[in-house]
């Protein structure tokens, strides 16, 4: 009894449509993926409600300044670049950022968005009255 299968060739012409058809799928999929992340980004993100403003320096991690008093970063920190894709919190040592932040129940920062120009123009409730806050 053999075992062995022997390898089939494809006819020439099945081949070359089987070809044709994954080329134009593939095609027809990016230009689906490149459409729809072009317009996913919205133009100014949604924020918390209790999310406050202010002027954030990363000092060195976790230790952080708000408007110029010392904070602390909590542990599972989310800092959303404005992009709004996660950031690293030692890629922003030493940068002044104006951000958007809430607190978590402990007093620690728990979550960080910097924010784009437009965002920036947009009334928030500030953590530290003015003269401080930008």
Same mark, same amino acid.
């Given at each position: 009894?053999? *075992?062995?299968? @022997?390898?089939r060739?494809l006819?020439p %012409?099945v081949?070359?449509?089987?070809?044709?058809?994954?080329? !134009?799928?593939?095609?027809?999929?990016?230009?689906?993926?490149?459409?729809?992340?072009?317009?996913?980004?919205?133009?100014?993100?949604?924020?918390?409600?209790? &999310? !406050?403003r202010? &002027? +954030?320096?990363?000092?060195?991690?976790?230790? /952080?300044?708000?408007?110029? @008093?010392?904070? *602390?970063?909590?542990? %599972?920190?989310?800092?959303? %670049? &404005?992009?709004?894709? !996660?950031?690293?919190s030692a890629?922003?040592? %030493?940068?002044?950022?104006?951000?958007?932040?809430? *607190?978590?129940? +402990?007093? +620690?920062?728990?979550?960080?968005? /910097?924010?784009t120009?437009?965002?920036?123009?947009?009334?928030?409730? !500030?953590?530290?009255?003015?003269?401080?806050?930008?």
């Amino acid at each position: 009894m053999n *075992r062995c299968f @022997k390898a089939r060739t494809l006819h020439p %012409g099945v081949a070359l449509l089987l070809t044709a058809t994954l080329a !134009l799928a593939h095609v027809a999929s990016f230009a689906q993926s490149s459409s729809s992340t072009a317009t996913a980004q919205p133009a100014v993100r949604p924020f918390p409600a209790h &999310a !406050l403003r202010a &002027a +954030l320096v990363v000092t060195q991690t976790p230790s /952080i300044t708000i408007d110029g @008093k010392p904070a *602390r970063l909590s542990p %599972g920190v989310r800092i959303y %670049g &404005a992009n709004n894709m !996660l950031v690293l919190s030692a890629a922003l040592t %030493g940068q002044p950022l104006l951000v958007n932040f809430v *607190r978590e129940p +402990l007093g +620690l920062v728990h979550k960080v968005w /910097i924010l784009t120009e437009a965002e920036a123009k947009l009334p928030q409730a !500030l953590a530290t009255p003015y003269p401080f806050s930008r």
